[in-house]
């Protein structure tokens, strides 16, 4: 998740197209790299709140509240935070998540991160330092109805 949010200089992501049937010019978006991802750096100091929509990766430096945002990347940097609900592939916090967070394949959670609320992932590394607080679940490949169930010593109500 190091990889810059902006193309390379020198690289036009709109390249200018000459219909050879009108002989107009027209701009239109290049063939996309598949290693390139839409990107919403959300910066330090600025605030974004409401809904986020074809968002591939998100970056949070600074804060960000959304009801349900479902990306493939979630990077929230040192000093970022994130409140609301997020759907996504995979997941590295090094600041603060606050509310549900649901990743499909690896949370990695840094030393300086902190989620509240309800994480549920596939996969789970936590560095020492990081910190969890609420509700953590892990997904599973194995159907809810195979999984064995304590077994309750309540006597039955008269």
Do not use: W, Y
């Amino acid at each position: 998740m190091s990889r810059p949010p902006f193309s390379p200089s020198g690289t036009n992501p709109i390249a200018p197209a000459t219909s050879a049937r009108t002989g107009l010019t027209v701009s239109r978006p290049a063939a996309r790299d598949p290693a390139e991802r839409r990107t919403l750096v959300v910066g330090r100091g600025i605030s974004v709140q409401g809904v986020v929509q074809d968002a591939e990766r998100l970056v949070v430096e600074g804060t960000v509240e959304a009801t349900m945002i479902h990306a493939t990347e979630l990077a929230i940097a040192p000093g970022g935070m994130f409140k609301g609900e997020v759907e996504v592939e995979d997941a590295e916090i090094a600041g603060t998540m606050d509310g549900t967070l649901t990743v499909r394949g690896s949370l990695v959670l840094r030393a300086s991160g902190r989620v509240m609320g309800t994480a549920r992932c596939r996969r789970l590394q936590v560095e020492d330092g990081g910190q969890i607080t609420g509700r953590i679940e892990m997904i599973t490949d194995q159907p809810p109805s195979d999984i064995p169930l304590p077994r309750q010593n309540a006597e039955p109500v008269a």
